[in-house]
Nanobody, 121 residues
């Protein structure tokens, strides 16, 4: 069983930083690709970043590459998303997900409840 819980969202000014955390209380954390998606009202859920089960490979949405960094600590059952140089386009509900190596949300079986990120002055 995989149970994902996100934390770390909030309100930040443009140019600021936030770090999101996702903890898996289940026992299969290290077996899955972990990813972050985001969603705004009226739009589909959008892939942001993913990291392989062993942490050796990562992929990013073009608009966040160079600003966001995904990492994982399998010993701590945690995946992090460090977000720097935030802008208003980064506003949304951010979801942690566990699944297979893909940018398609349909390939992720397990989801957290989401955490709100708002970038505004």
């Amino acid at each position: 069983q995989v149970q994902l819980v996100e934390s770390g969202g909030g309100l930040v000014q443009p140019g600021g930083s936030l770090r999101l955390s996702c903890t898996d209380s289940g026992r299969a954390f290290s077996l899955f690709t972990k990813a972050w998606f985001r969603q705004v009202p009226g739009k589909e859920r959008e892939f942001v970043a993913r990291i392989s089960p062993n942490g050796n490979s990562a992929r990013y949405l073009d608009s966040v590459r160079g600003r966001f960094t995904i990492s994982r600590d399998n010993a701590e059952d945690t995946v992090l998303l460090q977000m720097n140089s935030l802008n208003s386009d980064d506003t949304g509900v951010y979801y942690c997900a566990a699944g297979t190596w893909s940018s398609d949300a349909k390939e992720y079986k397990y989801w957290g409840q989401g955490t709100q990120v708002t970038v505004s002055s």
